[in-house]
């Protein structure tokens, strides 16, 4: 099964890109992860639709041809960064041609503080709901504090090391379990 990993998180470094990666090694069998970048996109713009830009499209069609979603998020100002709210809206448009209606989606985050993202992520998922994801409720995954949870930087590219955590490591692999059999 095919999934496509977002993050919204832009920087080099990202805690919720090391969660993705992480996810990609502990996927279950026949589980293939597919981070893709929102960096590129142009800032959504109705006028825009007529001549889809490429960089919207291209992310349209990986999610259309993606068996599920993963959506990993930082929290800015107690919120979603506005690059991830831009990648929903591209996704969400044109009228009619919602690119998540459908789709399994686990939404999870990871951050400095201990609360790990859980109001970002609840704004994420009002929001999934609403475009008719089938979002996945359980096991949530409100990670945080980061420094209990992934190894020291590795040195490639100041990213943070593997997830150090046993009890995380299984959260994870239960949540993407869940995913699957959601899949079916």
């Not at 990986?62 to 107690?78: C, H, L, Q, S, Y």
């Amino acid at each position: 099964m095919n999934i496509v990993g977002i993050s919204g998180s832009l920087r080099k470094g990202s805690y919720n890109i090391a969660l993705l990666h992480a996810m990609q090694e502990l996927a279950p069998a026949g589980m293939k992860i597919d981070i893709v970048g929102i960096g590129s996109l142009p800032l959504y713009n109705s006028d825009l639709e007529a001549e889809f830009p490429a960089e919207a499209r291209a992310l349209k069609q990986k999610v259309e041809a993606a068996d599920g979603v993963i959506v990993v998020t930082p929290e800015f100002n107690r919120m979603i960064p506005g690059a991830l709210s831009n990648a929903i809206d591209w996704l969400s448009r044109p009228y009619g041609k919602n690119s998540f209606a459908g789709k399994p989606v686990l939404v999870a985050g990871v951050s400095i503080g201990k609360i790990g993202t859980a109001i970002a992520q609840s704004q994420l998922k009002h929001t999934l709901l609403y475009l008719d994801a089938r979002i996945i409720g359980q096991p949530e995954l409100y990670l945080g504090p980061a420094s209990d949870i992934f190894a020291e930087s590795t040195g490639q590219a100041g990213m943070p090391g593997p997830v150090k955590s046993e009890d995380t490591k299984t959260l994870i692999a239960k949540a993407l379990a869940v995913l699957a059999d959601r899949i079916g």
